[in-house]
C-alpha cells in the first residue's frame, strides 16, 4: 500500500504564514517590550488575519505588592491616525463631515450617521502629511499653517491606535474641490460648513457624539479661537 504524501501544516495567518494582506511576523509586536519593569511579555498570538490586526497576548504583571499574576490581553492594531477641526476666524464657522459609521449604528446610534472632524490614517506618513491629504480628499481644502494641539490614546483598554490632533484656519479661497472622499475606497462624505455657535450647539444638545471632534471644538472654544 503507497503511503499517502505528507501534507505541510498550514502557519498561523499573519505569523509564519501570509495573512490576507501578505504579511507575516506581526507575533513579534510587543515581544521584546521592556519599558516597564513590572511587564514581561510571554507570548503574542495573531487571532485575526482581516484588514487591521487582532493579537492576543499574555504577559506576567507584578504588582505594587511584589507577586505577579498572569494577564492576557487583546490589542486592535489599525496603526496610528490624525484629525484636524478647520475654522474661519473671519465668518466664524468650522467645517466637517458627516457619514455612514456602522460601528455607532449597531451600538444604538439611530442612523449611524456621524459629524466629524476630518480624520484618517497616517498609511506610513507623517501625521502632517497624513492630515493634510485627508483635509484634501474630505474637505477639498489646502491647509495652511497646522497647529498641532495633541496626540491622543482614544481607547488604550484595547485599541492601540494614538491620534494626533491638529487645528488650522481656512478661508473660501483654501476649498479647492468637494472633497467628499474617496469612492474607489467606498466613501461617501457630505461636507458641513456651520457656523462654530451651531457647532458647539450641537455638542451640548448630542448631536456631535464622536470623541475627537467633541475635543477638538472645546479645545478651540477655550483657546478663543471659536
Do not use: C
Not at 22 to 38: I, K
Amino acid at each position: 500500500m503507497t503511503p499517502l504524501p505528507t501534507l505541510p501544516i498550514p502557519g498561523r495567518p499573519g505569523e509564519d504564514a501570509p495573512d490576507g494582506r501578505g504579511r507575516t511576523g506581526l507575533d513579534r509586536v510587543g515581544a521584546d517590550l521592556h519599558g516597564n519593569p513590572d511587564v514581561t511579555v510571554d507570548r503574542v498570538e495573531v487571532t485575526s488575519d482581516g484588514w487591521h490586526v487582532l493579537r492576543r497576548t499574555t504577559f506576567r504583571y507584578r504588582g505594587r505588592n511584589g507577586q505577579q499574576t498572569s494577564q492576557q490581553r487583546e490589542t486592535y492594531d489599525r496603526g496610528n491616525g490624525a484629525t484636524i477641526l478647520l475654522y474661519d476666524p473671519d465668518r466664524k464657522t468650522v467645517l466637517l463631515t458627516r457619514q455612514f459609521r456602522y460601528p455607532a449604528y449597531v451600538n444604538d446610534h439611530p442612523d449611524g450617521m456621524l459629524i466629524e472632524t476630518a480624520a484618517g490614517l497616517l498609511d506610513e506618513d507623517s501625521p502632517e502629511v497624513a492630515i493634510r491629504r485627508e483635509a484634501s480628499e474630505e474637505l477639498g481644502v489646502v491647509v495652511g499653517e497646522l497647529r498641532h494641539v495633541f496626540d491622543l490614546y482614544m481607547s488604550p483598554g484595547s485599541v492601540t491606535e494614538r491620534v494626533h490632533f491638529y487645528v488650522a484656519a481656512y478661508g473660501p479661497s483654501d476649498r479647492v474641490s468637494p472633497g467628499g472622499g474617496l469612492p474607489e475606497e467606498g466613501e461617501e462624505i457630505e461636507v458641513l460648513e456651520i457656523p462654530s455657535s451651531d457647532a458647539l450647539a450641537m455638542v451640548a444638545d448630542g448631536r456631535i457624539v464622536d470623541g475627537k471632534t467633541v475635543l477638538l471644538l472645546q479645545w478651540a472654544a477655550l483657546a478663543g479661537l471659536l
